[in-house]
């Protein structure tokens, strides 16, 4: 059994490191009281150095750069060749490249391993974790990370993992924007939008919301004899006319909606179907 090390006990940290067995877990956290239950539970607690000298892979999961690289850098102090750290906490694209060319001349090797899925998903197992580093170190790691993760996946070098979350981010935290919009929209004609959010939710888990248009290898434009073409096409021409509808019934209830705006205008592009000046 891979001996683990767990920095970092907050909400989502915790979450993931009582999914691991307690009798090869090491955990520490500044705060004393959140190991208690899992020392209770058989684990056991240490400081840094502890989990340096005695873990094989050592999870951080703690709030910002700073932090990050304070721990690693007491843990590259008395961490063994053949150790993998792996970064979860959201950071600077650059931070893991840097931390790992640091630790590579002792034999250390850092992934940066971003998590999607909240502590809900870390409670059940079912978080994804995009892992950036070298393969070898991402296949000792995986084994460890399957404990508390349904979707892992390679994404590419050092850095790689944090920018692949920060892209998913990206369309978490757009599509709370538009959410917002469609409400405002919603509202103003007298609709309540709880039970807009009602019908959201409920055709997004069948439909797959943004993400069943995520079915590309690549962004360019799709070609004439890809069968994606005419049903993207189709998807263009549907969004457009009701982009274009939201965007009337916008004007006449004085509701500003320029992210509808925009979607109208990068739609097809973004879909891979730009339209011709013939179109």
């Not at 304070?70 to 843990?75: D, I, K, T």
């Not at 063994?80 to 840097?98: C, E, F, L, N, Y």
């Not at 630790?103 to 950036?132: F, K, N, Q, T, Y």
């Not at 920060?166 to 007298?190: D, H, Q, W």
Request: aromatic content about 4%; glycine content about 12%.
């Amino acid at each position: 059994m891979t001996t683990v090390g767990f920095v970092g006990l907050g909400n989502i940290g915790a979450a993931m490191a009582q999914r691991l067995p307690a009798e090869s877990l090491w955990v520490h956290d500044i705060r004393a009281e959140a190991t208690t239950r899992f020392v209770e539970n058989g684990a056991r607690a240490g400081s840094l150095k502890d989990l340096g000298t005695k873990c094989e892979v050592i999870s951080i999961v703690v709030l910002n750069d700073a932090q990050v690289r304070g721990v690693v850098s007491e843990l590259l102090e008395h961490t063994d060749p053949g150790t993998v750290i792996a970064i979860h906490s959201t950071i600077d694209t650059q931070t893991a490249p840097q931390l790992a060319a640091t630790a590579a001349p002792h034999g250390i090797h850092i992934i940066d391993a971003p998590v999607s899925g909240g502590a809900a998903g870390a409670a059940e197992g079912r978080l994804a974790v995009m892992v950036g580093g070298e393969r070898q170190a991402y296949e000792t790691a995986k084994p460890v990370f399957r404990h508390w993760a349904e979707l892992v996946l390679h994404v590419g070098p050092a850095g790689a993992g944090t920018q692949c979350k920060l892209a998913r981010n990206l369309l978490t935290f757009a599509g709370f924007a538009a959410a917002a919009e469609a409400s405002k929209l919603a509202e103003a004609a007298g609709i309540d939008i709880r039970k807009l959010a009602a019908v959201v939710r409920h055709s997004d888990a069948i439909s797959g919301g943004p993400g069943a248009i995520m079915v590309r290898a690549s962004t360019e434009e799709l070609d004439g004899a890809d069968g994606l073409r005419p049903i993207f096409e189709h998807t263009r021409t549907l969004g457009e006319k009701d982009l274009s509808l939201a965007l009337a019934m916008g004007e006449a209830l004085g509701v500003d909606l320029p992210f509808a705006a925009l979607a109208r205008q990068t739609l097809a592009s973004g879909l891979g179907v730009p339209r011709k000046e013939n179109q």
